[in-house]
Every structure is written in structure tokens, then in C-alpha cells.
């Protein structure tokens, strides 16, 4: 198992020794959409939601999530990072909540899983603050939009702005 970098010769989980590794600046953006009813986008918009303003909870949980993701993904490492924000907007033409993170450090590995676990866990907070008005929500088109920094440069989706 050894072309796998989180398995040892014997084929044990392990994780990836970064320590030779240079620290250099890296970035990463996602996005994600969830799909919601007409009418809960006017109550979003109107900041009628009986849990609140879903703007400022769902953003503060995504910052919150990409501080902790090597909490909750086990061969994920903590990272120093310097920078988190998470957008949220209205998007009425396509039905629902867009929402993009982007995350900067200076560190020895990249920030793809915080910039993906911000996009999921603010786009969980959204479903979690309109459930009780809306019971045919759909979280989809989470996706790495763009990782700066390290080895390589990826960018999946130029035409997706955060």
C-alpha cells in the first residue's frame, strides 16, 4: 500500500510527515449552493427566520468549522491560519443560497479541507436555520474552486467566483 500516502507499508492508516516540507503562502476557495423555496429566500432576505439572521450564523459557523477541521478529519493537520471568510448571498434566478470560503496560511500543507469544510458546514447552518420553513432544501455543487501554493496550483472551476 505504499503508493498510498496515508498507509504505511503494512497498510495502517498514518499521517503524511510534512516536516521536510517549506512553509510557503497557500490558499484555497470553495463554493456550494443549497436549494431552497421562493418563499424562504424572501424570509432570508427579510431576515424573518425564526432561529435569525442567517447571513451573519451561517457565516460565523463556516469560519468557526475551517478553524476545527483537523478536529474532525482524522489524518487532516492543523494548520495556522490567517485568514477564513465564508460569502453568502441570495441567488433568486437559481433558487437558493450561494455560498464561498476562502482560506490563507503560511504553513507546510495546503488549506482544501478548510476551505470545503467552511462551504459545508455554513451550507448545514443554512439547512439547520430554514428547516422549520422549508422541508425540500437540497445542499449541492460543493466544490473546490481554486488551491494556491505548494506543489501544484488547481484551479477546477475559474468561471465560479466566490
Not at 449552493?33 to 447571513?55: E, M, S
Not at 476545527?68 to 493537520?77: T, V, Y
Not at 500543507?109 to 437540497?138: F, P, R, S, W
Amino acid at each position: 500500500m505504499a503508493e498510498f500516502s496515508h498507509y504505511s507499508e503494512d497498510g495502517t492508516p498514518v499521517m503524511v510527515d510534512i516536516s521536510s516540507k517549506k512553509v510557503t503562502m497557500r490558499s484555497a476557495r470553495a463554493v456550494g449552493f443549497v436549494r431552497l423555496q421562493a418563499a424562504t429566500l424572501d424570509l432570508i432576505n427579510r431576515k424573518l427566520l425564526p432561529k435569525g439572521d442567517l447571513f451573519q450564523i451561517a457565516k460565523i459557523a463556516g469560519i468557526m468549522a475551517a478553524k476545527r477541521n483537523a478536529e474532525l478529519i482524522p489524518m487532516c493537520h492543523p494548520l495556522p491560519l490567517s485568514f477564513v471568510d465564508v460569502s453568502i448571498e441570495l441567488d433568486y434566478k437559481k433558487g437558493g443560497v450561494r455560498l464561498a470560503s476562502e482560506v490563507r496560511l503560511e504553513g507546510k500543507t495546503g488549506a482544501e479541507m478548510e476551505a470545503l469544510m467552511a462551504v459545508a458546514i455554513a451550507a448545514l447552518t443554512v439547512y439547520d436555520m430554514c428547516k422549520a420553513v422549508d422541508k425540500t432544501m437540497v445542499i449541492e455543487d460543493m466544490t473546490l474552486v481554486e488551491k494556491r501554493g505548494g506543489k501544484t496550483d488547481i484551479s477546477n472551476h475559474p468561471e465560479l467566483k466566490p
